[in-house]
Each structure stands twice: as structure tokens, then as C-alpha cells.
């Protein structure tokens, strides 16, 4: 599983465009997003450009924390 943290999310919206966002990757599957910690995991069924994922959060409106 992958994991990566998210800033900006704060309610059951969020968390299901987040997933929404991370689930329509190629390659994407099975995504849980945690509200409370702001950390998404994944399953990654094929190898996913870092980056892409990245864009995907970014897109949907949030942030990529550390």
C-alpha cells in the first residue's frame, strides 16, 4: 500500500473528492482516506507516477503536505 498526506481536507466532502481523484488513476485501486490524520493509502495495481497522483490531489483541490 502507498501512502501519501494531504493538506486542506476538512469534512466528508473532501475525503470523497480525494478519493474520487486518487481512484480514477490507471492503476489506482482500493483508496482509504483518513479525515482525521489527512492521509490517503492506496493500492497501486501497476507502477503510478508520483506525480501523477500529485496532480490528481492538486486538481481536486488540495495540497500534498510532508
Do not use: W
Request: charged content about 30%; proline content about 2%.
Amino acid at each position: 500500500m502507498a501512502s501519501i498526506k494531504i493538506k486542506g481536507m476538512s469534512c466528508e466532502h473532501c475525503v470523497m473528492a480525494v478519493t474520487k481523484a486518487l481512484g480514477a488513476l490507471d492503476g489506482v485501486k482500493d483508496v482509504k482516506v483518513d479525515l482525521k490524520t489527512g492521509i490517503a493509502t492506496y493500492e497501486e495495481v501497476n507502477t503510478v507516477d508520483p506525480k501523477k497522483v500529485d496532480a490528481a490531489i492538486t486538481k481536486a483541490g488540495f495540497k500534498v503536505g510532508k
